[in-house]
């Protein structure tokens, strides 16, 4: 039990560390280390949401995705403005160690093209933070600009004891009759903590470039429809949300 916690303060620790050196890095750091970044904005619109005070909600996404030499960092903010309802915010931090970056060995083999230290910090305004630390691995396939599968454990410390969490990310862009699509996405599978059950949140989206269309921009304004299936969502048992959404991506 001491190991385990120690591992889990280990894990904090570097989580916070590793994102303030990504999010507020040195001028010269920055220069030396980054290795690219980008951030985009998007809206959504949506009803029939669950446990919510409000069912129809407009979210506002800020994300941000940078590389960097010895590793990556994925960050984002929802911002929530439920109709006749009071704002919220759900934000994740989620820093990754590369080891084939630090090491500079060839980690790849087969479809695995980097294995990685991979860490999350998830924070609402009316929740405590949750910490998720383990592994991850980042798969070359062939069509897509991204796939990784990360394994955690799960701490939130709203709840007793610990469990598990797959999260999976990807992003594949295609052509059909000349028109620039993108499939992109996430899903999290999540194991039985303390009183709350596993849950499963699948987020499909497919966009159509609409700058590319307009003839004014390739790769930047895109438009389309967001799926979120949630089953026992927050860990309610029972309580499963499927809910389509509009959505407008402006990458900056």
């Known amino acids: 039990m001491i190991v385990d916690s120690s591992v889990g303060h280990f894990m904090r620790g570097f989580l916070c560390v590793w994102s303030f050196l990504c999010l507020c890095p040195l001028p010269a750091m920055a220069g030396e280390l980054l290795q690219w970044s980008a951030h985009n904005v998007q809206i959504l619109r949506g009803h029939d949401y669950k446990l919510s005070a409000e069912e129809r909600q407009t979210i506002v996404t800020l994300e941000h995705a ?39 060995a060839d980690l790849s083999f087969g479809p695995i093209k980097d294995v990685l230290i991979s860490t999350t910090l998830e924070k609402g305004r009316e929740l405590k933070p949750r910490y998720l630390y383990g592994g991850a691995v980042d798969l070359d396939l062939p069509g897509f600009r991204f796939f990784s599968a990360n394994a955690y454990v799960r701490d939130d410390v709203a709840l007793d004891g610990r469990t598990w969490q797959v999260t999976l990310a990807w992003q594949r862009p295609f052509t059909v009759g000349g028109v620039n699509f993108m499939a992109e996405g996430f899903s999290d599978f999540s194991g039985h903590e303390d009183t709350s059950h596993p849950n499963q949140l699948i987020v499909p989206r497919l966009l159509v470039d609409v700058g590319d269309l307009s003839g004014w921009k390739s790769d930047t304004l895109w438009a389309g429809i967001e799926y979120q299936y949630w089953h026992n969502k927050y860990g309610v048992n029972g309580m499963t949300e499927s809910v389509p959404q509009m959505q407008v991506k402006l990458n900056l």
């Open 66 to 104: 940078s590389g960097w030499a010895f590793g990556d960092l994925f960050a984002f903010t929802d911002l929530t403005y439920p109709d006749g309802g009071d704002s919220d915010y759900y934000l994740e931090i989620s820093p990754r160690l590369s080891l084939g970056k630090i090491t500079g």
